[in-house]
């Protein structure tokens, strides 16, 4: 990492009272018993016993040139980006198994095929986003970015934590990365409602990428689409059939929305496919979207990967009215 600076002060919404405006509570809603037993009957023991699929591919890792900018779905929320000589994983997570909820597709690449990682970015807390194992393999002294209140669940592993608080920004290497609100929850266990939550913005010369980490549907989209210029918005689509009955994720249909709302070029789906952890059967997230994008005239814009597979952001003409 040859350059890391904090240029985000001023921009800061005053941490704590802010993300809880938008922090989603932990109370489950009436039937969240019979909602349960569903969830483990019908999706999560069935998964148990499903066979893994996918391979890692082993021709993902490239020389990037200043002017490119790559992206490669690992699989659920995690993406390796490269970007002016910088490689950053978001939300890292090679896990094979959280608890009884088993990966049913295998991450697109290998983690020992992995390029030297120069920064990590953690969006929130939750094991499905922070896998501390994964961490722990891919640790060798690189910064990490991640939410007010996370850094001490990754001290131990010998990373150099950063805290962002939303609009929060770090320049790294000429690589411009903004901490943007989210509606979800950060909690880890139980009782550490204190710990943030967000998605990230990455801007190089006149390209932006935006992960949107986990997030509910809200009107905190069209913000972030009125402040950044964005090329690519990576969003989640899945666990939106929660057990409990709170809105915790976006379905297909309101992740389009937000892309909308975020005025991007160009949409890719994650956090599907990969671990059984919403009452909805695995295959219906990226259905719905297809349905959705299609009868909205979207389709164009919405580009569905692979584990694996990556994809070249470019510079599309602005689709904003001038003025």
């Known amino acids: 990492?040859?350059?890391?600076?904090?240029?985000?002060?001023?921009?800061?919404?005053?941490?704590?009272?802010?993300?809880?405006?938008?922090?989603?509570?932990?109370?489950p809603k009436e039937g969240w018993q019979q909602r349960n037993y569903q969830f483990f009957r019908n999706i999560v023991i069935p998964s148990m016993f499903?066979?893994?699929?996918?391979?890692?591919?082993?021709?993902?890792?490239?020389?990037?040139?200043?002017?490119?900018?790559?992206?490669?779905?690992?699989?659920?929320?995690?993406?390796?980006?490269q970007m002016?000589?910088?490689?950053?994983?978001?939300?890292?997570?090679?896990?094979?198994?959280?608890s009884i909820f088993k990966r049913v597709r295998r991450p697109g690449i290998a983690l020992q095929e992995l390029p030297p990682i120069d920064l990590i970015m953690v969006s929130h807390a939750h094991y499905?986003?922070?896998?501390?194992?994964?961490?722990?393999?891919i640790a060798n002294g690189q910064p990490i970015l991640m939410p007010r209140g996370v850094s001490p669940l990754v001290r131990r592993l010998d990373l150099e934590p950063?805290?962002?608080?939303?609009w929060d920004n770090i320049e790294v290497n000429g690589v411009k990365i903004t901490f943007t609100p989210a509606r979800h929850w950060g909690a880890r266990y139980v009782h550490d409602l204190h710990r943030g939550f967000g998605g990230?913005?990455?801007?190089?010369?006149?390209?932006?990428?935006?992960?949107?980490?986990?997030?509910?549907?809200?009107e905190g989209f069209k913000e972030i689409g009125s402040r950044f210029d964005i090329n690519l918005a990576l969003m989640p689509i899945g666990a939106y059939d929660a057990p409990s009955g709170r809105t915790v994720h976006m379905n297909p249909e309101e992740a389009l929305d937000a892309f909308l709302d975020l005025q991007a070029d160009t949409m890719i789906p994650m956090h599907y496919g990969s671990f059984?952890?919403?009452?909805?059967?695995?295959?219906?997230?990226?259905?719905?979207?297809?349905?959705?994008?299609?009868?909205?005239?979207?389709?164009?814009?919405?580009?569905i990967l692979e584990e694996g597979v990556s994809a070249l952001i470019k510079r599309k003409p602005s689709m904003r009215r001038a003025g």
Not at 281 to 291: D, Q, T, V
């Open 1 to 27: 990492m040859r350059h890391l600076r904090d240029k985000g002060r001023s921009l800061r919404l005053g941490g704590l009272d802010q993300s809880n405006r938008d922090q989603i509570g932990l109370m």
């Open 50 to 81: 499903t066979k893994r699929t996918g391979d890692p591919r082993l021709d993902t890792t490239r020389r990037v040139g200043d002017d490119q900018i790559f992206v490669t779905w690992i699989g659920h929320a995690t993406f390796l980006v």
């Open 84 to 98: 002016h000589g910088v490689n950053i994983l978001i939300d890292p997570n090679w896990a094979l198994w959280h």
């Open 128 to 137: 499905d986003h922070l896998h501390l194992k994964s961490l722990a393999e």
């Open 162 to 166: 950063v805290e962002m608080d939303w």
């Open 200 to 218: 990230f913005t990455l801007t190089i010369g006149n390209r932006t990428l935006y992960h949107c980490g986990d997030s509910a549907y809200f």
């Open 276 to 303: 059984p952890l919403g009452g909805e059967p695995m295959h219906e997230p990226l259905e719905r979207l297809i349905y959705k994008a299609g009868s909205e005239g979207l389709s164009h814009r919405v580009r």
